[in-house]
Nanobody, 119 residues
Framework: QVQLVESGGGLVQPGGSLRLSCAAS????????LNWYRQAPGKQRELVAT???????DYADSVKGRFTISRVNAKNTVFLQMNSLKPEDTAVYYC?????????????WGQGTQVTVSS
């Protein structure tokens, strides 16, 4: 069973930075994509950033130019560097790993880490 363990959330002032980490364990396969989602109170979960095993990245428009996603395949670890944080970035951030093995698709989620941007 794949497990995702996140770390790095916390309280930061507007304009500040945080770095989230997520380590995937329990599979011999490299995730096809590693993704960060977030969910603010009263809102739907949204995709923030994604990175494929080949290093292709994509971002939500709201975070482009401020957030950077990266991964270390050898360690099945993904990072989200968040700069110039805004109060509207406040949410629980979730790590997600997608595996496509043959015709099988599996998705796994971390437990979530709280990010609060407030003065």
């Amino acid at each position: 069973q794949v497990q995702l363990v996140e770390s790095g959330g916390g309280l930061v002032q507007p304009g500040g930075s945080l770095r989230l980490s997520c380590a995937a364990s329990g599979s011999i396969f490299v995730p096809n994509s590693l993704n960060w989602y977030r969910q603010a109170p009263g809102k739907q979960r949204e995709l923030v950033a994604t990175i494929t095993s080949g290093g292709i990245t994509d971002y939500a428009d709201s975070v482009k130019g401020r957030f950077t996603i990266s991964r270390v395949n050898a360690k099945n670890t993904v990072f989200l560097q968040m700069n110039s944080l805004k109060p509207e970035d406040t949410a629980v951030y979730y790590c997600n790993a997608e595996y496509y093995i043959g015709t099988s698709h599996r998705a796994y989620w971390g437990q979530g880490t709280q990010v609060t941007v407030s003065s």
